[in-house]
């Protein structure tokens, strides 16, 4: 069974950092490209980041370029995002999700989610 | 791309046939996706390429459309099926609609 565990979340205040961990198991994690979608409160979906099996390529939304980072450990299956210079408009439950085929970027599993507040 | 789904919340009955609207803002070919998120849960993809439904997703749903015209078709609603269904475009890096609401009248 595919499982998504993602952890780290929490309240932060604007300009801080927060680094956010997904584990994965029940699938062979090297073989998928990863991303983080998120949802701001009663919002919508967004699409934050991906990475590609094997970490050689990463791509963000304009919004977080610069100020986020996706990595992976393949070793440890397990997906990061390091979320930099926070800003309120980033709050949001942070999903992280498989990517269904390499060149097609629908998500076919994705973890419970974790909470983020960027606030003073 | 802009994608943009009608109507914004829809009340049915059990049994009804449902259909939800979603329109992009340009030709995205058939690389479209329907999503459902129940409440409090994280979305789950029921059909991809317009038109394929994801394995284990029951057949009463049903996905239609191409171009920048796409319908989520639900034959017969059932109470379970109460959930916010989200488009989303992938045909030039992605993005998603704001949903439609689905309750039960």
């Known amino acids: 069974e595919v499982q998504l565990v993602e952890s780290g979340g929490g309240l932060v205040q604007p300009g801080r950092s927060l680094k956010l961990s997904c584990a994965a198991s029940g699938f062979t994690f090297s073989d998928y490209n990863m991303a983080w979608v998120r949802q701001a409160p009663k919002k919508g979906l967004e699409w934050v980041a991906t990475?590609?099996?094997?970490?050689?390529?990463?791509y963000y939304r304009d919004s977080v370029k610069g100020r986020f980072t996706i990595s992976r450990d393949n070793a440890k299956s397990t997906l990061y995002l390091q979320m930099d210079s926070l800003r309120s408009e980033d709050t949001a439950t942070y999903y992280c999700?498989?990517?269904?085929?390499?060149?097609?970027?629908?998500?076919?599993?994705w973890g419970q989610g974790v909470m983020v507040t960027v606030s003073s | 791309i802009q994608m943009t789904q009608s109507p914004s919340l829809l009340s049915a009955s059990v049994g009804d046939r449902v259909t939800l609207s979603c329109k992009a803002g340009?030709?995205?070919?058939?690389?479209l996706a329907w999503y459902q998120q129940k409440l409090g849960e994280a979305p789950k993809l029921l059909i991809y390429?317009?038109?394929s439904l994801q394995t284990g997703i029951p057949s009463r749903f049903s996905g239609s459309g191409s171009g920048t015209d796409f319908t989520l078709t639900i034959s017969s609603l059932q109470p379970e099926d109460v959930a916010t269904y989200f488009c989303q475009q992938y045909n030039s890096w992605t993005t998603f609609g704001a949903g439609t609401k689905l309750e039960l009248k």
């Open positions: 340009q030709n995205i070919n058939n690389y």
């Open positions: 390429n317009a038109n």
């Open positions: 999700a498989t990517h269904a085929d390499w060149e097609l970027w629908y998500f076919d599993y």
């Open positions: 990475i590609i099996y094997d970490g050689s390529r990463t």
